[in-house]
C-alpha cells in the first residue's frame, strides 16, 4: 500500500492573518502520513510593489511579469509567506523546510513566451524533481513550497501555485497515494460566491462544463478546477477546492469534492 | 578523518552583482568535501525599507529592528538574494538548499533585550541543530543560510550573519575539519582600508588587540575579528578573511589568515 500524502495549496489572502497559519499549522500536526504545502501571495506582491512604486505591465490586458516584479514575488513568496509559515509549522512541532522550485533543482520551468506575447518571467513547470521532493519527504519533513521556479539556468521564474500544487501531485501519484486540497478564503465552489448555502458538495466534469457554460463558474476558478480535474485525472485519488474552517474545523471535511 | 567542510560567509554588498555569485558559484562547484554558505544583506534591506517609506529606528545611536524591518529583512535575505544564490549555484550544477534559522529549526536564537534597550526582533544564537544541518550535509547538499532564524515559537529574528556563521562552524567542528572563510569586498585586513598593499596576510590574537588599542582596527572589522577568533578557540581549523577575487581567482588562496 502506498503512504498517504496530503498536497495542501493555501491561497495567499489566507496567510494574510497569522491566526489562519496557527490553524492550519495545528490541523498538519495532526495528519497522518506525509504533508506538503504550497502557497501564492500574489495580492501581497501587488501590494508591495505599488508602494515599491513599480507600475503594473499589461499586455493586451494581460500581466507581464517584468524584472522588479519577480523581485517583489521573490520577496513576498519565498521570503516574507515561506519564512512566516516554517516559523510558525516549527512552533507547532511540524519539521518543515521552505523550498523553492530552485531548491534541489525541485522545480524546472521554461519561461512562458505564446506567440507574439512576452509574458516576462513566468515559468511553466517542464519536470518536478521527484526524487529531491521523496528524499525530502522520507526524512519526515514537511515540504512548504512557494510560487517561485526557475530554468536551471540561473534564472528564477514566477509560478501559478495552483499549477505547482497539482504538478507536484502528478508526479508524485505513482509512489504516494495523494489528496490534493485547495484551500482558500471561501467554502468551495459555490453557484452565488456571495452565498455559503449554495456550496456545491461534489461536482464531476461534466457538471463543471455546464457550469462553465452557463458561466456560473468563471475568471479564477476556471483554471484552479482545470488543475483539480486534471489532477484526479493524472492519477490523484482525492481532490477538494474548500476553505480554512471547512479544513481545519469540521470533524469532517466539507467543500467541493471534484469527481472523474 | 574527519570530513572536510568549508563554511563561507559572503558579505550583502557582494551579492547586489550577479557576476560576484557566478563567480562563488564556480568556486564552490570545484571544492573538495561539503560546503555551507551563509550570506547577508543589510544594505539592500535599508534601501528597500527607505523605498517602503520606513525610516530607520534607533535608540542611543542603535538601530532597532522593528516589525516593519523584520519583515524586510525576511523579503530580502530569505527571499531576493537566498533564492538568487540558490539559482545560480544550482546553474552550476551545486545541489543548493537555501534555509533560514526556522527551517528544520535549524538555529533557535532569542530575542535580544539588553538592559533597558529592547533592540527588537533581533536575535542571539541559543541552539545550532546539528542534527538537522548535518542530515542536510550528508544529502550531499550545500545548505545557504540567510541571516534570519527563529525563536521556535512562531518568531522570526534577525540575526548577524558573521555571527551565524561562527555559531554554525564551531557547532560542527566536533564532526567536521572546518574552514571557515568571511568573503567580503575588500581584500582582507589592512592597515589602511583603501590600500590593498597594506593587507595583513596573517594575524594573532596579540596583534588583534594591539591593532584595536591603535583603532587601526575599527568599528564592523571588530565583531567580525571576535567572531574569527571565538571561532579558531573553539575548533575551527582554519580561519580567513577575504575577498571574492582573493578567494576564487588566486591559485593559492590570499588574504588575512588568522592564528591563536
Known amino acids: 500500500m502506498k503512504e498517504k500524502l496530503t498536497i495542501i495549496k493555501v491561497g495567499g489572502k489566507l496567510l494574510e492573518d497569522d491566526e489562519h497559519i496557527e490553524k492550519l499549522a495545528e490541523y498538519v500536526a495532526r ?42 514575488a521573490t520577496m ?57 521532493v521523496k528524499m525530502i519527504l522520507k526524512l519526515g519533513v514537511t515540504p512548504v513550497f512557494c510560487a517561485i521556479t526557475h530554468d536551471n539556468e540561473g534564472q528564477l521564474l ?6 505547482i500544487s497539482t504538478q507536484l501531485a502528478t508526479a508524485l501519484a505513482e509512489d504516494y497515494d495523494i489528496r490534493l486540497l485547495f484551500c482558500m478564503d471561501k467554502a468551495g465552489v459555490m453557484l452565488d460566491p456571495d452565498d455559503d448555502q449554495t456550496l456545491i458538495h461534489a461536482m464531476n466534469y461534466a457538471e463543471y ?17 482545470d488543475n483539480a480535474f486534471y489532477a484526479l485525472i493524472n492519477g490523484v485519488s482525492e ?22
Open 31 to 72: 495528519l497522518d502520513g506525509s504533508t506538503l504545502v504550497v502557497h501564492g501571495g500574489g495580492a501581497k506582491a501587488s501590494e508591495i510593489s505599488q508602494r515599491l512604486g513599480f507600475e503594473p505591465k499589461m499586455v493586451d490586458g494581460r500581466r507581464i511579469t517584468d524584472a522588479a516584479a519577480l523581485n517583489v
Open 76 to 132: 513576498v513568496y519565498a521570503g516574507l509567506y515561506n519564512k512566516k509559515i516554517v516559523g510558525i509549522f516549527q512552533k507547532h512541532n511540524v519539521r518543515t523546510l521552505g523550498m523553492s522550485g530552485a531548491d534541489l533543482n525541485s522545480i524546472r520551468a521554461r519561461r512562458r513566451t505564446v506567440k507574439s506575447i512576452d509574458y516576462g518571467y513566468v515559468g511553466d513547470i517542464e519536470a518536478v524533481n521527484k526524487r529531491a
Open 209 to 225: 462544463k455546464r457550469l462553465k457554460m452557463d458561466e456560473v463558474i468563471t475568471l479564477g476558478m476556471i483554471p484552479k478546477l
Open 158 to 163: 514566477n509560478t501559478n501555485a495552483d499549477t
Open 239 to 260: 481532490v477538494w477546492i474548500t476553505g480554512l474552517t471547512e479544513l481545519t474545523e469540521a470533524r469532517e471535511m466539507t467543500g467541493t469534492r471534484i469527481f472523474e
